[in-house]
């Protein structure tokens, strides 16, 4: 499983319902977030090194 898959339907809608809880409560109810992930993990290297990759994705998933 990637990381970016790890982020299943489950976790969105637990990071959704605290995003919606913490608009309202500070009243920004009238914003749409916007919800990004990163990945973050190793690449092993030719060379034996590794090296640490980020693969950012923007707008990952929405609240529609």
Known sequence: VSP???VDANK??????TAED????SR???LQPRFDVAEVY???MPDGKTKMRVHY???AFSIN
């Open 12 to 17: 969105q809608r637990r990071i959704i319902l």
């Open 22 to 25: 913490f608009l309202s409560k």
């Open 4 to 6: 970016a898959e790890s």
């Open 57 to 59: 994705i923007k707008n």
């Open 28 to 30: 920004l109810q009238h």
């Open 42 to 44: 190793e690449e092993d």
